[in-house]
């Protein structure tokens, strides 16, 4: 093998700066996140109007609410392996295709049972695209300023979800709950053309499955804007896993504990944030709180969340990433126990919970942003996309066990103290996972 003929594709794209190209793919990326989390979070909005319009009730219309989860459990578990096979790009177009045709068909289901199975399908594809923006960012980003860049992605999902409520408060008066969906619908699929055009295919994933060398000269170039037509061959250096297939490699001998451990910090960190999400405001509520006054405490979570992605991912970059993760779940766990004393009624809870939002939202970000350096090339997303696809288990359990909790007379300083008891499991879970940067490549 010619040194001066062959190119590793990871050195390269690590020792040079970002290109414009490399920019409009993070912007891209972006953009699909928060497309992503519009069509998530859209049925929240629409859900009283439907409910009017059709005259069914709250139990008889959850199954319709459910329907997105579920899809986007599965989703992301099918999305991972279908990814390592057929390219990050492919997979990409795809997902983004599919729940844009199937949002604009939930607008013209005419019964709770159309919906839920057209909302189905749209989870199939949302949950397909997170895991696999992150994975072709990561893998065209420099090491140096990765966590930073992946972070500041994932913050995209938490405004596309808040812009579509700003939405939906101008179209359902004017337009209607349909005009919602078709809005949300039609916008990724104005979108597709751009990505078709200027998202490229993985330099990595191409290097590794062994694509013709002008091929990956040309994507690799263009992206990096660098003509590398003098390069016969392009690798991607990183130690060989033992499994042949993509989904083995997660259990193989190096590689086991750092599925589980991300696994485990998933699950806990979603209980966490989808418990006090859905759940504070009616707590809130019942401790005599005006709706208006809770809608406002609760939002600070969001906000403060994305403060703490950016900040996590940014000391991420400079220390080793998974003792600074530990050490947002042990603060936000702090936070948790901080909150519960003080209380409902107290006059930091906007604080307190700004806190929690901080710590606990940016922790399970930066986790977003660190899964990929945690698997080698051929098994990047699927280890990303497994790792979201168990950890939406715990967002169906905490938005559902608020209310067991509840019923059994639970109140709001309990609920909220118990909580630190997952946020340091997730902080004990993700210490264990030692750094693979070094290992795989990233």
Do not use: H
Request: aromatic fraction near 12%.
């Amino acid at each position: 093998m010619n040194a001066s003929t062959t190119l590793d594709v990871r050195a390269f794209i690590n020792g040079r700066s970002m290109s414009a190209n490399q920019w409009v793919l993070a912007v891209l990326c972006f953009a699909i996140v928060a497309i992503d989390g519009m069509d998530v979070a859209i049925m929240g909005f629409i859900a009283p109007s439907i409910l009017a319009e059709w005259n069914v009730s709250k139990p008889a219309f959850g199954f319709v609410m459910g329907a997105a989860p579920i899809g986007l459990a599965i989703g992301a578990l099918a999305a991972g392996s279908s990814s390592d096979w057929f390219g990050r790009r492919r997979v990409l177009l795809v997902s983004v295709a599919c729940f844009g045709i199937c949002t604009v068909f939930t607008a013209y289901a005419t019964n709770p049972e159309q919906m839920a199975f057209l909302r189905f399908l749209t989870g199939l594809g949302l949950g397909a695209a997170m895991p696999n923006t992150s994975t072709l960012l990561t893998e065209y980003v420099p090491e140096r300023s990765r966590s930073f860049l992946v972070a500041t992605m994932f913050t995209g999902f938490n405004l596309g979800s808040a812009l579509i409520g700003f939405v939906a408060a101008y179209l359902i008066p004017n337009y209607g709950w349909k005009a919602v969906l078709v809005f949300g619908g039609v916008l990724p699929l104005i979108m597709l053309p751009l990505l078709y055009f200027f998202l490229p295919e993985s330099a990595s994933f191409m290097a590794v499955k062994r694509f013709r060398p002008e091929r990956i000269a040309r994507v690799l170039g263009r992206v990096c804007g660098e003509n590398l037509g003098r390069y016969n061959e392009f690798v991607c250096r990183e130690n060989a896993p033992q499994g042949k297939q993509p989904l083995a490699v997660l259990f193989a001998s190096g590689y086991a504990v750092r599925t589980f451990s991300l696994w485990i910090t998933y699950f806990m960190g979603l209980l966490i944030i989808y418990l006090a999400t859905s759940w504070l405001p009616t707590m809130m509520k019942e401790a005599g709180m005006p709706i208006e006054r809770a809608a406002q405490v609760t939002a600070m979570f969001q906000l403060a969340g994305t403060v703490g992605a950016i900040l996590v991912g940014l000391a991420m970059d400079r220390s080793r990433p998974n003792r600074v993760i530990a050490l947002a779940y042990l603060a936000g766990g702090v936070s948790l126990v901080l909150l519960g004393i003080s209380g409902v009624t107290s006059a930091w809870i906007a604080l307190l919970v700004g806190f929690v939002g901080f710590f606990l939202s940016g922790a399970q970000t930066g986790l977003n942003a660190y899964a990929p350096s945690c698997y080698p090339t051929m098994a990047r997303a699927t280890g990303v996309s497994w790792m979201l696809g168990v950890g939406r288990l715990g967002s169906i359990l905490g938005s559902s066990i608020g209310g067991v909790l509840m019923g059994l007379g639970w109140g709001f300083e309990n609920i909220f103290m118990a909580l630190a008891v997952p946020a340091a499991v997730a902080a004990i879970a993700i210490l264990i996972n030692r750094p693979a940067t070094a290992k795989t490549g990233g």
